[in-house]
């Protein structure tokens, strides 16, 4: 099973709202990760949990919150977020966060901010 | 500091070989990766190659790795419609994590 399951497909929320993403994986990988990806463009890292502790932010603005409530699930908080922000969302998993590991994706939630 | 180059776009005819290319400039990154993206999908990892290879066959796939030159591909050969996607390469960031770094992604369109 190298599956990554993401949660909701689909969102659509106005700038004031407050919201979350939800990603779930059951291959024991103990590094998960948050990418952002805009249209026609490579998706961008955005966070790293290893070990369910946060150890790569990329500069990333704080409308957008992560969790790692355990080793199988990751969060993505959103609050107060901007137009710009309207983007494909993608979760991951790895091993344990190491740079000869291979990186399995969730399909992604499509996200739209009116 | 890291980057990886493809070309944008690659147009064939179904049952015809597909070449997608890609250039890297991190020669430490252990595996080099292929990934697919169909429209409005997740990434799928299609297939990688050890860096102390030169070549690795997986059914209609064949990767090709030149380390002195820094240079990958991808030949899908017997092109099908199905085949139609985006198609990024990536390689590892430094240090010791886990980190992608990606291309622009190939938009590989097969004509029937």
């Known amino acids: 099973d190298t599956e990554v399951t993401q949660t909701p497909k689909h969102l659509v929320m106005g700038m004031t709202n407050k919201k979350s993403l939800k990603c779930e994986q059951h291959?024991?990988?103990?590094?998960m990760y948050w990418y952002k990806q805009k249209a026609k463009k490579p998706p961008e890292l955005m966070f790293v949990y290893s070990y369910e502790k946060l150890s790569i932010n990329e500069s990333v603005p704080s409308r957008f919150s992560p969790e790692c409530p355990n080793s199988s699930l990751l969060n993505l908080h959103l609050h107060a977020l901007q137009p710009e922000d309207s983007a494909l969302y993608l979760c991951?998993?790895?091993?344990?966060?190491?740079?000869?590991?291979?990186?399995?994706f969730g399909s992604g939630t499509q996200l739209s901010v009116l | 500091g890291e980057d990886v180059e493809q070309s944008l776009f690659l147009s064939v005819r179904e049952g015809d070989s597909s070449v997608i290319n890609c250039t890297y400039t991190?020669?430490?990154?252990?595996?080099l990766y292929w990934y697919k993206q169909e429209p409005g999908a997740g990434l799928q990892l299609l297939t990688y190659i050890f860096s102390n290879m030169d070549m690795k066959q997986d059914q209609r796939l064949t990767v090709l790795l030149n380390k002195k030159d820094k240079h990958l591909s991808l030949r899908i050969a017997d092109t099908q419609t199905g085949d139609s996607a985006i198609y990024f390469c990536?390689?590892?960031?430094?240090?010791?994590?886990?980190?992608?770094?990606f291309g622009q992604g190939t938009t590989l369109q097969v004509k029937p």
């Open positions: 291959m024991g990988h103990r590094a």
């Open positions: 990536a390689e590892h960031g430094s240090g010791n994590t886990g980190k992608l770094i």
């Open positions: 991190d020669s430490s990154s252990t595996y």
């Open positions: 991951a998993s790895s091993q344990v966060g190491q740079s000869n590991e291979k990186l399995f």
